[in-house]
């Protein structure tokens, strides 16, 4: 039976004093294999990873582990504890606005100088230096700051302190009412299908502040930068053996257990493929996989305010005309449209839609695949 | 076909002197049949009423109708339209906290007066003053007064004011995640097996300023101060045919027209039963309708905070000690109880359960019926 | 110098498992004068009172104490760490409505079986007796209730357990813009005098959830129930020497640590008189003092949306027909009135006003004293 | 007397069908100066510019004006009628987070297709085509994207489709807690001087998504783009005769009609320079102005949560080492430090501070002036 530490981090404090904590799981592995962090609810609503957290360390208490393994739940005290009404504040910091998940840290000026200095320097001389200089930076931003963080910078670069460790990142989220979706690198293609999760969203390297983006990209940059340079590295493979995953493990606001448990076999079963893990028994789920490219994963937002039945069924090709939902407008009754179809001219896969049936015009509606293929 | 009436009220202002407006529905009976008042949605997450009063309009367009019927959905315009995150904030005025559905006016002490005045007079003419003074006195209350109203005082006030003119009030209210109730005054037990919902909670004469008590309590009070007084009249029937219901329809946040269909023809079965429509076909399901009484409807507070798992079945007798919910506690993982099991020690149907997983220690977990019975 | 021993009260829980606790700070004194307990910031907005115990436990290190001191900051950790947008969400459980100072507890019922089980007792057995009571019934709503608490009523319930066991309490709120003012139940009027405040409403024995009422209800009911069966005690003598305020700091949102200083030395002019510190030089200043009863310590309801120039100056009698406040209704430049003015038709004095310009129809705009008398 | 016609502009529906509209207000004027676009209250709580509308239209009916004016009050009707507790939520859409003022619409990708489009062309014609091909594209996104646009997107793109109709564009916004401020695009330094405004903040050219940068910045960008093509255009003159500026009142959620007017007075001063009006009496007043550049204006996040007595002075330099702010922190008192003082290491000048005495570590403190200059 594996040992399994717990050390608490302290990520801020609140008006009364109260600190902020995290707690952080260890478990050591004893082989040199690629090591492991996975981080669950950094947006308040998406509590199941917390579950799947729960899971895992369950499991692997009893497997063979040959890499590092850090697991933190609870990422966001703000966020996980912050109500407004009966539910929880998802997305962003309730005095500013801003996306927890948008203020991660990666300056794409750190690259060139880093090239300069390294010439001559082999593959794993390169991969421990940029590592370093990768964790180098963010405590840089974390103690050296005259004028300070914000709340969420705060928390989010302890987290990337701990993740930059790792050749291997999973940042747990859910959608609000949601299918399990993947947000995948492209170069990481092949890894999507150790997953149990039907539909994956192949992203490029670029930088918009999320956890899964602030852990490739640096690597991505770097291979490119070296690749204009004539020296090639392979993304995902040696020195750049890097992954990082967005998984979203379904609907917001929910504790499952049970089936938090299937999406920690579909987890292991990926980590098995990347010799983080022994046992054998981890396997994906035969399944039709389905991706997008990002620029197809399209935001419907509603042509109007109203109050919305959800019709279009997640994870199904919808064929173009069919409605993807019905707005009510009982302001209407009598003297105009009480009921509005909306469809759209395109064959499209929904993945989630909006949490609630009350939406004002231009809220979120749906989020589709578009263009979609069979991977 | 008949026709349907459209009037817009005004119920208030917002800072930018935006209007708020309710639009009033209405059908004309065309016997001596007891007129309805059917509101929806004063609570802001609780939208299915609209959708269900969609399906009435839509099924009275040809029926036979006998008493007049006023339909009111989007009671509550600020309600309504009130998001916090992507949710809609469900019960209370955003700035006082107030719950919108305690705001109905009734001073019992206008009983006594009343009877006074009305020694000697027949059964349909106290009927017919008592009427009047209920909408006297809340036309009083709504014109003449120098300090003011507050914001819920007005929209609560002009709504009483189109109820008190009705015999039948149905307000359609939803649970957070709920199975469908009736909310039904201890006279009217007769009347709740004509609803298509198989649970039923018992309200004696006791008014705490809901809508349902607002338009039940004056008639009873005045019932029962004759009773004492040595004058016999029945609620329910003559010239106290007065009956007035909470409809908790199924789940907040939720619009679906195919649940509405059903629950609007529940609602016409119970009118038909009342002689306000004519047709037979409206009929109620059989079903087993269990009932308690409000003593014995439940609210279970969390005894820790966590993430709950909910366990106990809508609707179904749970045995004592077997679990309601399930609360994972990731911070006691390794060095505590990380699951804790919740249950009761007696026998309860659970009814509804809180919105969200994430509770905090005292957050309303389930409500049940304790001690209830079949009717 | 006197000993300050501190303690830390654990209230609660937050969905991440986060402990909600709560200082205690407290000082013995050495002679058998009245106990006295402060609170500060059950409302989360309402902060001065934190500050204002930081002063006063700075003054206390250094004063001759009688009584038993006990000092309560931050009473609410929820409240006090609750962020809307940039404002504390003040006066609500965010989750329910509920008003955090509505929710303590006091069950009339108590009263009549002590009285019997008391006769042939003495005063000191009787108010020993009582105050036993008291604090048993609160554990007893701590600790066995198979439905469990509220967060609210747990928060609540322990800090009254506190105050029970003094003689005299203080709990420290402000308005939203206010001037200082402070409540005062009629028995107490002789003790307003001594706080260095204007303006004191004066209330009668009636329960309504807050804290003040929740300590001085209890015995005033007591004290009248022995009166009516002939036995005489006076409220604030001998063995019913107990005395219960909220004291109004002024504005909310705000932390100004001199005008603090301010007010510690006028609680402490008050607890001078009572004899709880020995120190002479906390006297009252001289001011004209104003009092209202309650009844007439009016809220005045926005009449219309629209945003607000608040004009009516604190603490200053309004002439009647004298603006209050104008309202800008830029909506309706050009083709209605933009501007109106609120006035009342009598004279009051102005005690606060609400902490925005923007109003919506409804809002309360303003409190004032109306037939106000000097004392 | 001049004519000011009003029109209502529809900008979105809510959950209800409730309309968004905001009133437009118009003057023309009758000489070819440059024509004006001055909103208020984009953000929800910064109301003090609908004062400042109201003040301008009861000075401007009475003045030669030789440019069309519009006039836009409640810029943002969901943000102005959003209330969470008594506060209005100010900066961000509440369903997303999103900034409300970030949303404005500028693609650099129209600038180089329209040089290659304008060879030959001369300064009024190429003016005359870029302002109608950023009205063109901002109507194009309007009324043709299949998948829509969000709710602060489809208010932010209507304003704009007015504002780039003008020459001169005014957003009248506020601070939290502020004195007043201007943003001004470096090329237009020598405007500030005609506002009655002491501190100024000269930004460069940088677009992100706030309409003063909408406004200005794809002329600066086409300038530049001229530029460097050798073709010379002066920002600010002739063809390239625009200007636009963000005038920060003061505080927010406050209207003060007299402050409103002196505002007024200073946005005349200014017109008055640029020729849009005659009346030679509006003139600024004389006054030290201070200014520093966007990158030297900066947030202080608090280092600790905690509850702040704000010292810093506005608008005055404070010495490096004195204190900015006093941090309580009653849960150490006694084992700890109960008050902590900010302060910076180098002078600076306090610009504005946060509306609320409460701060989690990391909140924004202050905004200060470093390497201030005299203008």
């Known amino acids: 039976m594996n040992t399994i530490t717990k050390e608490i981090m302290h990520v801020g404090e609140m008006a009364s004093g109260a600190a902020l904590t995290v707690p952080v799981y260890r478990l050591c592995g004893d082989k040199n294999a690629p ?15 917390n579950a799947v957290i729960f899971q895992l360390l369950e499991l692997l208490k009893d497997t063979q582990i040959n890499g590092n393994i850090t697991l933190v739940p609870y990422a966001n005290p703000v966020g996980c504890n912050h109500k407004n009404g009966e539910y929880t504040l998802g997305r962003f910091d309730p005095i500013t606005g801003m996306n927890w ?8 000026g750190i690259i060139k100088p880093f090239i300069r200095e390294s010439i001559g320097k082999d593959d794993v001389v390169i ?16 103690d050296h700051n005259i004028f300070g963080l914000t ?10 302190r701990l993740a930059h460790q790792a050749d291997i990142v999973l940042d747990l989220h859910t ?31 670029g930088f918009d502040g999320a956890m899964d983006e602030a852990t490739f990209c640096p690597w991505w940059s770097l291979q490119e930068a070296y690749q204009d340079l004539g020296r090639h590295f392979t993304m995902g493979e040696g020195a750049f053996n890097k992954e990082s995953f967005t998984v979203e493990l379904g609907s917001q606001e929910q504790i499952d257990l049970d089936v938090a448990k299937q999406d920690a076999l579909s ?12 046992n054998n028994e981890y396997q994906p789920q035969e399944m039709t996989r389905y ?31 069919e409605p993807l939902a019905r707005i009510l407008r009982m302001d209407n009754y009598g003297d105009g449209e009480a009921l509005h179809y909306v469809s759209l001219e395109q064959e499209v896969i929904p993945i989630l839609h909006f949490a609630s049936a009350s939406v004002n015009q231009g809220t979120e509606l749906y989020k589709v695949f578009c263009n979609y293929f069979e991977i």
Chains 1, 2, 3, 4 share one sequence.
Do not use: W
């Open 267 to 278: 987890i292991l079963s990926y980590l098995h493929s990347q010799g983080v893990i022994d």
């Open 101 to 108: 998940n948008r203020m991660y840290h990666f300056d794409e």
């Open 35 to 49: 090591s492991v962090y996975i981080q669950a609810n950094m947006h308040g609503a998406e509590v199941q990873g």
């Open 291 to 321: 991706a997008c490219y990002l620029k197809d994963y399209k935001a419907l937002y509603s042509p109007m305010g109203g109050m919305v039945d959800y019709l279009g069924e997640f994870g199904k090709p919808l064929a173009a005309g």
């Open 127 to 142: 991969e421990e230096n940029f590592k370093k200089l990768m964790i180098d930076t963010i405590e840089q931003k974390l």
């Open 175 to 205: 959608g609000p009412i949601s299918s399990k979706h993947l947000y995948c690198p492209e170069y990481a293609k092949s890894s999507a299908e150790y997953f149990d999760i039907e539909h994956t969203i192949f992203i490029q390297n």
């Open 151 to 160: 709340t969420g910078q705060r928390i989010a670069y302890q987290l990337q």
